[in-house]
Nanobody, 116 residues
Framework: VQLQASGGGLVQAGGSLRLSCRAS????????MAWFRQAPGQEREFVAE??????GTTYTDSVKGRFTISREKNTGYLQMNSLKPEDTAVYYCAAQKGYGGHFGYWGKGTQVTVSS
């Protein structure tokens, strides 16, 4: 499966962005999808994931209540509200077949910059 992330940009603190991750090349229905991010000089970190059915979601503590992960057909989304400067990073979407394993499929990142 190939993943293409989009939707990043520059936004002021308190603003919103919606990232999209389009999957192609294979049915996406049986894949768990996730978002990760990497800020300059820092390691990549997990942000959120959603099960193949869409019924289960998990978030890192720092984005709970502000970010919402969702999916529809072959596209996943990350709605980001109340953005903070510390959310500035390159955001990557990733996928794994099934659940609980290794994320083996990655898209190119999309830059999110939040100004103070």
């Amino acid at each position: 499966v190939q993943l293409q992330a989009s939707g990043g940009g520059l936004v002021q603190a308190g603003g919103s962005l919606r990232l999209s991750c389009r999957a192609s090349g294979h049915s996406f229905r049986s894949y768990t999808m996730a978002w990760f991010r990497q800020a300059p000089g820092q390691e990549r970190e997990f942000v959120a994931e959603i099960t193949s059915s869409g019924s289960g979601t998990t978030y890192t503590d720092s984005v709970k209540g502000r970010f919402t992960i969702s999916r529809e057909k072959n596209t996943g989304y990350l709605q980001m509200n109340s953005l903070k400067p510390e959310d500035t990073a390159v955001y990557y979407c990733a996928a794994q077949k099934g659940y609980g394993g290794h994320f083996g499929y990655w898209g190119k990142g999309t830059q999110v910059t939040v100004s103070s």
